[in-house]
């Protein structure tokens, strides 16, 4: 069980509560702000005569729309059926679940002016694993993710579709089964759950949870390419680094020497004076992209613990303010300079794949004795390559478009669930490019025997060899990408 507090959200307690399938429960304390701050707008809308946006006014460009007393709950349900027009792919489920996660820390800080109940039914939904059907395309990403998320809460009014069970069904027919009652929306609770960048927020925090383990996996990988390369370790040295003190930089050689400790391939007298960029800048290229991850993680750490809808509710200032926390600019920005750390650890991966089948150094073109009957792993450098090249595409920045909205007011966009699904798709092309270096440089690694890499190395290596073994001739080699793919996923 996790306690939803006013505590900030951590990376690691998002994975632990993802991983280990944990319940979520309101704590007190975040129930009392909850509280307070509905009522404190009941009390407002009751004795301000003036108009409050969003709250008994139209929204957007209808913003100067007045809507009598008794029409402000139906304007809230008509928000968000009619900002339910999302299209394209849906969202994954654990997109979705993670959208529920982040809405429910966002609406807890007492600040969004929702109703306990509606809170604890989002909680409801994140403990059965009732998922809402989203779909990819919608969001500008400022006004935040209004189609996105206006799909996520259909389902609270029993509407829209959700998947519940590994199925999808309709909303209306869960909540009955699970006797749960639709959510009456009061004034502003449309809008608190349609304002926000919970949809960007869910992908970026998917992307960077997937980029810390995927840049680990590519320090070990691109060890194994350098040992079966018979390449140098002098490179790696960390007074080298010292002198140019990039953090990225200084891990990473330190994680190759690391990986690479005790090996006798490293060790051994070598013919060349150096090597190619892909091996001998291995700390400067992946170092660099770890900078950008960390940075990205620290943008998110932000955004994932404030309050991004609008109007804001301050009981303690005794103010409604309407201003722009939905906006994704930081995000979007964030998101597209991590796709471009990304897809730099696939392009550099792609080229070590390149050298290892190239029949340099003593190892066979293309990784196979009898090469020209056999084409060996030729054609994984291919794909590999197509891979590279769409990730060159998919990193065409979104945050410097933008697309006038709401009659022009909405002027400026951020654009940043484009980013966010164009970075999602680099990830899983970045896991794809080196799962494909994992299988050449372990097979060029067999031609190296009897000598041997490192311990860890070895070890790595026999672990793989479990899940697929070595190509002495041609075989179908589809499955054996899928098969490191899998692999990969798992590596420690």
Known sequence: MHPITTQKLTFEKISEIISENKKLVLSDEVKKYIIRCREYLDKKISSQKEPIY???????????????????EKLQRNLVMSHACGTGDEVPNEIVKLMLLLKIQALSYGKSGVQLQTVERLVDFFNNNILPVVYQQGSLGASGDLAPLAHMSLPLLGMG??????????????????????????SKEGLALLNGTQFMSAYGVWCLLQAKRLERAADVISAISLDAFDGRLDPFKEHI????????????????????????????????VQDPYSFRCIPQVHGASKDVIENATNVFLIEINAVTDNPTVFPDEDEIISGGNFHGQPLALA??????????????????????????????????????????????????????????????PASVDSIVSSNGQEDHVSMGANAATKCYKVVENLQRILAIELLNATQAMEFRRPAKSSPAIEKTISDYRK??????????????????IEFLKNMK
Request: net charge positive; proline share 3%; aromatic share 8%.
């Open 241 to 272: 680094h010292s002198i140019r003190p990039h953090k990225g930089q200084l891990e990473t050689a330190a994680n190759i020497r690391k990986f690479l400790e005790g090996s006798e391939l490293i060790k051994r007298k070598k013919e060349h």
């Open 467 to 484: 899940v697929i073994p070595f190509m002495d001739v041609d075989k179908i080699l589809y499955t054996q990408i899928e098969s490191s």
């Open 161 to 186: 579709e959700v998947v519940f069970q590994g199925k999808k069904k309709a909303a209306a027919d869960v909540l009955k089964a699970l006797n749960l009652q639709p959510v009456q929306l009061k």
């Open 335 to 396: 998101l597209d300079f991590l796709a471009i750390a990304l897809a730099e650890l696939g392009s550099i991966s792609e080229r070590r794949t390149y050298q290892l089948i190239a029949g340099l150094r003593g190892l066979p073109t293309f990784l196979v004795a009898k090469s020209g009957l056999n084409s060996g792993y030729m054609i994984t450098q291919y794909v590999a390559a197509s891979i590279v090249s769409q990730n060159k595409q998919l990193c065409s």
């Open 54 to 72: 969003g709250i008994n006014t139209g929204f957007g460009f209808l913003c100067d729309v007045i809507i009598p007393d008794q029409d402000l």
